[in-house]
């Protein structure tokens, strides 16, 4: 018999339960997503097993029945042969894990992350064996369990530890209704390469893949690429896209800012149809001294304390100069910050590729409070549009939840509607839309204040958002600064002064 929807969500939530006590609910996923994949990846390969054995008998060769399997998983290595073991539990998933990646090297190397399954003082034996019989206690077989079900569950639980993570769940987590917006910006369209060069735990992508899919395109022409510093969320986006039953994507690891890892043979960085990001706000440690020399920086080198320019120029590089498209989020600060960034403010508006500027509800995000943005470059913008830049405001598109606010459905449509059509779908002010001139700007030197350009009766608000903005991004900065310096002090045997933000 399958498994509803329901009851999936309802038992991976009992396996998150079952962590709960030693594990902090910020880690839950480094423990239950490589056991779900574990579980799936072993269900899976013992029903195609059995329909090899239903082909050719329980004698089927063995090169015959490995055109059956997806992956290889070697002898021992199956959920039914180490779960049942008596002693040593957490040593021998551990390695029953390493020994699946060593089989599958080019498709599952390093997928399951660095949680330490044997560590006693992290993961006692006693939640390590209740979250393997919640585990149990459900066949995540094909026969069972569709892509699309295990996939939707898969980001449930995704929604769920990022509620429970706090501002953790910002490195892995965006909100969906963000996603869901930028993703229908873009338009991606089947057959198109889409890339996240800050791809957490794959939410854009598989975005993408649901967007084209209830528009009636085929997802598997679609080419999805990432990259992810972090080594436990990027084998969380890989196992997220092959949930999703998506079979061309390539998910690499490392700092993309410091070392892209997809580039053409020629070394230089490869070219997307579509390149969406939520990057990392304002960071600091970026590899600023390595980026005179870099052909990213083609509008000036950002300041050493900021990367937001950083992943711009980063991803305008990676956008197809042949009707390609770019989306990021970002804070407030790049519309209006001076220095460094103002020149390259300038290079990007003069460059003409700087469709729209959208401004987010405040609150939405769960690394911050600060109130974001999105940007939208083109490669070959609409003729109505050139020399020209869109500014929207969906600031009061949201409704007040409980640790956040959202944005509904309705909102998006609303804010998507002006960004398609240059003007406030219900005519009433609710999304406030100007198209301004590159002249205009230029006479406001360059600066994309969204208030600047709106002059309606909200006008003075988006003023005020925006000086708030500058406030809490500068506030936030000065926190992230006396506390790696009081780290230091201490450190250093200077002095124990506690932690600055007590």
Not at 101 to 126: H, M, S, T, V, Y
């Amino acid at each position: 018999m399958g498994i509803t929807q329901t009851e999936l969500e309802n038992r991976l939530l009992a396996a998150a339960n079952a962590l709960r006590g030693p594990i902090d609910p910020a880690d839950f996923k480094n423990y239950v997503f490589p056991m779900l994949f574990w579980k799936w990846l072993s269900d899976k390969w013992e029903w195609e097993h059995d329909r090899a054995v239903a082909d050719f008998g329980e004698d089927v060769d063995p090169e015959v029945e490995d055109d059956y399997h997806q992956f290889a998983i070697p002898d021992g290595a199956l959920w039914s042969q180490v779960t049942t073991k008596p002693t040593i539990l957490g040593v021998a998933v551990q390695k029953a894990m390493g020994r699946i990646e060593q089989a599958n090297p080019d498709r599952l190397a390093g997928i399951f992350g660095d949680a330490a399954w044997g560590n006693k003082d992290r993961l006692p034996e006693a939640n390590l064996v209740n979250l393997i019989d919640v585990m149990d206690s459900m066949s995540l077989s094909p026969d069972h369990v569709s892509n699309d079900l295990l996939g939707a569950a898969y980001e449930y639980l995704l929604r769920d530890f990022a509620d429970n993570s706090g501002q953790k769940a910002g490195e892995f987590f965006t909100p969906r209704s963000v996603v869901r917006l930028l993703v229908n910006i873009l338009d991606p369209q089947p057959e198109e390469s889409v890339y996240d060069p800050a791809c957490g735990s794959g939410g854009m992508l598989v975005e993408t893949i649901n967007t084209v899919r209830e528009h009636g395109g085929d997802v598997r022409t679609l080419h999805l690429y990432g990259q992810e510093v972090n080594l436990t969320t990027s084998g969380i986006a890989r196992m997220n896209l092959l949930l999703h039953d998506i079979g061309t994507y390539d998910i690499v690891r490392g700092d993309t800012l410091r070392n892209p890892g997809l580039k053409r043979p020629d070394g230089h960085i490869q070219t997307f149809d579509v390149v969406i990001a939520n990057p990392p706000f304002s960071l600091k440690n970026w590899g600023h001294d390595l980026w005179a020399a870099d052909p990213r920086s083609f509008c000036g080198i950002p300041p050493k304390t900021n990367a937001d320019m950083s992943w711009i120029q980063h991803m305008v590089t990676s956008m197809n100069p042949d009707g390609g498209r770019v989306g990021v989020v970002m804070p407030h600060g790049v519309l209006f910050r001076g220095g460094a960034e103002a020149k390259i403010r300038q290079c990007l508006i003069e460059d003409d590729r700087l469709e729209a500027v959208i401004g987010l509800p405040p609150n939405l995000f769960y690394s911050t409070s600060i109130p974001a943005c999105i940007l939208v470059f083109r490669s070959q913008k609409p003729p109505a549009r050139k020399g020209h830049v869109l500014f929207v405001d969906g600031a009061a598109r949201f409704t007040k939840a409980k640790n956040r606010n959202e944005m509904m459905p309705k909102d998006i449509a609303a804010i998507l509607a002006a960004y398609e059509t240059a003007d406030d779908p219900d005519g009433d002010g609710g999304v406030a839309v100007r198209l301004a001139s590159h002249s205009e700007i230029e006479a406001n030197g360059w600066d994309l204040n969204i208030g600047r350009y709106l002059k309606t009766a909200a006008a003075d608000e988006v003023d005020l958002d925006t000086a708030l903005a500058a406030y809490l991004e500068a506030r936030e900065n000065r926190i992230a600064a006396e506390h790696a310096l009081f780290q230091r002090l201490t450190a250093a045997g200077i002095a124990d002064l506690g932690d600055p933000n007590e």
